[in-house]
Each structure stands twice: as C-alpha cells, then as structure tokens.
C-alpha cells in the first residue's frame, strides 16, 4: 500500500486545516486497514495523533487534539482526512498517515510501530 498526504502548510492561529491521505494498491481492501495519523516537531519524537478503524464508527483521538480534530475515512475514494480547526503554534510538526491491515488493540493504536506503511509526510505550521 502507498500512501500519499497533502494539505499542509501555514496558517495562523486559530485557523483551520485538512489533511488528506490517498492510498493506492490496497486492491480493494482499504476498507479493511486501520489508519492513523502521526506528527513530529523539530527535535521531538513522533507522536500519535488519531486513528480511525475500518468501520469508520471508532475513532481515536490523543488529549491533545480531541475536540479540535476531526478524522474521517470515505473508502470509496480510498481516502481519509484529518480536519484541523483551532490550530495551534504546538500543532506545528510534519503530519505522517499510517496503515495497518493488521486489528490492534486500542493502545496498540498509539504505538507507531504497529503500522506497516507510511506516507512521506506533509507539515503544517502554525504562526502566533
């Protein structure tokens, strides 16, 4: 599976942001795959930020950004987002999605080496 983000860049704070990730090569399984997204500031390690299961109905959000994210999954298009609204200076980092087709226990789901594949990464930056 390839996984492809897009939507970052700059924005001040108390704005808004989607993320996308496309994921291609699943041969009609995305339904099937967990994804998460991830994000690393400068100097930090790589933190969990949220995870959606195949169904779509259980979802996962780290203290930091449950109610201000919002992650969503259209399998149809093979394609989930993570809308981003009260941003942050401490939101910025470089945003990774993650897949596993494996079925995690949900503190599983924090871990990043439960997922098998990464896409490149997209940053966002947050201004004061």
């Known amino acids: 599976v390839q996984l492809q983000a897009s939507g970052g860049g700059l924005v001040q704070a108390g704005g808004s942001l989607r993320l996308s990730c496309a994921a291609s090569g699943s041969g009609g399984t995305f339904r099937n795959y967990v994804m998460g997204w991830f994000r690393q500031a400068p100097g930090k390690e790589r933190e969990f930020v949220a995870a959606?299961?195949?169904?779509?109905?259980?979802?996962y959000y780290a203290d930091s950004v449950r109610g201000r994210f919002t992650f969503s999954r259209d399998n149809g298009k093979n394609t989930v987002y993570l809308q981003m609204n009260s941003l942050k200076p401490e939101d910025t980092a470089i945003y990774y999605c993650?897949?596993?087709?494996?079925?995690?226990?949900?503190?599983?789901?924090?871990?990043?080496?439960?997922?098998?594949?990464w896409g490149q990464g997209t940053l966002v930056t947050v201004s004061s």
């Open positions: 959606i299961r195949g169904s779509s109905n259980i979802i």
């Open positions: 993650a897949a596993t087709k494996s079925r995690p226990i949900s503190t599983m789901l924090r871990d990043p080496g439960t997922y098998d594949y």
